[in-house]
């Protein structure tokens, strides 16, 4: 059985509890010369590497050396059809959507684009040790067809699901109410817990739905529960404005989801930054997720989310690159972003804090928080080796640090894909050192 046992050697960083409600210090675990013991596929101990090998001691080995072994990092909202307009300069976010990210999202009719740009992303996601994703695919049941086939090509845990469109978008890109149900459910039943796939309910967004949409998109949740439901909220002021007229009837743009039955656990909100206090109050009372996307925010001139406040208040929070209207599919650049944005607002987030958002905080938005996104006995072993000093300049920084932290949080803000050394998918290898 020891054959197949894989220990792999680092350091080990582990976050036991949430930092944005206990002191960050005093949540972490940190191992200089640690060791995580997989066997299939899951995570089966942590600890000490000495004692690992010596309790284990015909596991194959894989020593990463000082790099620091952490969960896969989770991204909770990313829209893989975007991938080919990202870095699409100047509009602003309804201007973006007409100009650059409908064109694109018209090509995936076509099953080829669409099966090409899902390897491609997910082969992106994976370069920047991303194990675990939470996405919107085009209005195109075809589109979501082909991702969730790449993902269970390669074993990967993946949420996703067929964006619902009924009015405000190109014909080519609008569905109905009994349509876009229908195809979702149809979906559902072909995807939904097959290998490590779940399945998402995805209205867009309040404009680009009729109420009759949101009902139907509630009603089929209301069906699978078990689901997840992605949709966006509150990005932009004139995004707003444009909800109160087309919600007359609604009290706030939350409201509007929380009528139709789109609110609750499992339920993620992609921005989330002009907020109403009743707005906030509800999403923590209903336990709905957000998703923080701060390159997006910054690139497309949203704003700058509280969300610090919103994890203090019980609301789950994760971290999410927001590809395409999000500039990077780096995580340590997300986290590099989350931070500069809390700065701007006065109160910046704590290493650990990041962290726990782009693993932890993610995983508990997409309701996986007991599968994924920490390192303990019985999760699954999705994980990264971060090489801490992956350029000279890192490398520098990393000598003069005091602790962990502060190695760590050089190379999020220095970092990119070159930092992340290993990664590996239910224990599976998926990014090798080079020369390995
Ligand atoms: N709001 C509705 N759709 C989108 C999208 O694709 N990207 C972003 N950033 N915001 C949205
Ligand atoms: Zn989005």
């Known amino acids: ?54 309790a284990h001691p015909r596991a194959r080995v894989e020593d990463m050396g000082d790099a620091l072994i952490i969960p ?45 740009q899902a390897e491609l992303y997910l082969d992106l996601n994976l370069a920047n040790g991303i194990t675990a994703a939470c996405v919107y695919c085009t209005v195109h049941p075809q589109s979501a067809d082909a991702l969730f086939a790449a993902a269970l090509a390669r074993g990967l845990r993946l949420c996703a699901g067929k964006v619902m469109m ?66 966006h909220l509150s990005e932009q002021p004139d995004e707003i404005a444009w909800v109160r007229e087309l919600f007359p009837e609604d009290p706030d743009y939350f409201g509007v989801y929380e009528a139709r039955g789109l609110a609750g656990p499992g339920a993620i909100m992609g921005h989330a930054i002009h907020l ?10 209903t336990g709905t997720g957000v998703a923080h996307c701060p390159t997006s925010n910054a690139f497309i001139g949203s704003g700058l989310c509280d969300v610090a406040g919103l994890a203090r208040s019980g609301v789950p929070v994760g971290l999410a690159t927001d590809v395409g209207g999000g500039s990077s599919f780096s995580m340590l650049a997300t986290m590099r972003s989350a931070y500069e944005i809390s700065q701007l607002r006065g109160a910046p987030l704590h290493p650990a804090q990041l962290l726990w958002m782009a693993t932890a905080g993610s995983a508990r938005v997409m309701r996986l928080d ?27 920084r990393a000598a003069r640090a005091r602790d962990v932290w502060e190695a ?20 599976r290898p998926m990014k090798r050192p080079p020369g390995a």
């Open 408 to 427: 760590l949080f050089a190379t999020m803000i220095l970092g990119d894909d070159r930092a992340v050394k290993a990664v590996w998918s239910g224990g």
């Open 72 to 116: 896969g990092f989770v991204d909770c909202h990313a829209h893989y059809p975007q991938t080919g307009i990202i870095a699409s300069w100047g509009k602003r976010l309804i201007d973006w959507l007409n100009a650059y990210t409908f064109p694109e999202e018209l090509r995936f009719a076509d099953p080829d684009h669409a099966r090409a």
């Open 276 to 285: 109403t206090a009743r707005e906030r109050a509800a999403l923590a009372e």
């Open 1 to 54: 059985a020891s054959q197949d046992e894989l220990l792999i050697l680092g350091q080990t960083l582990r976050l036991r509890e949430d930092p944005f409600l206990v002191p960050p210090e005093d949540c972490a675990a940190h191992d200089s010369r640690g060791g995580v013991l997989v066997r299939e596929g899951r995570i089966a101990a942590v600890g000490p590497a000495d004692a690992l090998r010596a």
């Open 370 to 396: 007991d599968r994924i996104g920490r390192l303990e006995t019985g999760l699954e072993a999705d994980l990264v080796a971060l090489d801490l000093a992956a350029t000279p300049v890192a490398a520098q």
């Open 166 to 231: 009924d009015r405000n978008a190109p014909p080519g890109l609008t569905d109905d109410p009994r349509r876009g149900h229908d195809e979702s459910a149809a979906l559902i039943a072909r995807w939904h817990g097959r290998g490590r796939l779940g399945y998402a309910v995805t209205p867009r967004f309040a404009p680009t739905s009729t109420p009759a949409q949101l009902e139907a998109a509630g009603a089929l949740w209301a069906a699978h529960p078990d689901c997840l439901m992605q949709t």
